[in-house]
């Protein structure tokens, strides 16, 4: 009998937010923050919040200055970047049932801001 290590599964290198829906916040991964600051230029503790009408189906989350009208701080909880986004969600007729789900997130150059694409969530 050898004993055989139990490897960790490699991490899928993919980017990610988590919206936890009982408290109205998306969770921005830290892949997808490092993704966003290489593609922004800098780090960002501001971010806005947009939507399309063409597009229901997805929003951005786009990096700005504390200034900018209707900013919304980036807070570290525990190494995680967490964004208070009721209006967002309340904008997206969100339910708080959901529970908290996670969506792939990409670097959208065309509108220097995170896309992300809610009708494929991650299991």
């Known amino acids: 009998m050898a004993l055989q290590l ?6 899928q290198g993919k980017s ?5 829906s009982k408290y109205f ?9 490092d993704l966003a600051v290489a593609a ?3 780090d960002f503790d501001h971010v ?8 229901s189906d997805r929003f951005w989350i786009k990096p700005c200055p504390v ?7 980036i807070h570290l909880v525990k190494k995680s970047r967490v964004i208070s986004a009721a209006s967002l969600l309340n904008e997206l007729n969100w339910r708080k049932d959901k529970g908290t789900i996670r969506y792939p997130a990409y670097w959208d150059e065309e ?3 995170i896309m992300v694409d809610l009708s494929h969530p991650h299991e």
Request: glycine share 2%; proline share 5%; no cysteine.
């Open 6 to 11: 139990v490897r960790d599964k490699p991490k």
């Open 16 to 20: 990610f937010v988590a919206i936890s």
């Open 25 to 33: 916040r998306i969770h921005l991964y830290t892949k997808t923050y």
């Open 40 to 42: 922004y230029g800098k």
């Open 48 to 55: 806005q919040f947009y939507l399309d009408d063409e597009r």
């Open 67 to 73: 200034e900018a009208p209707s900013s919304k701080q």
């Open 111 to 113: 509108y220097e801001a």
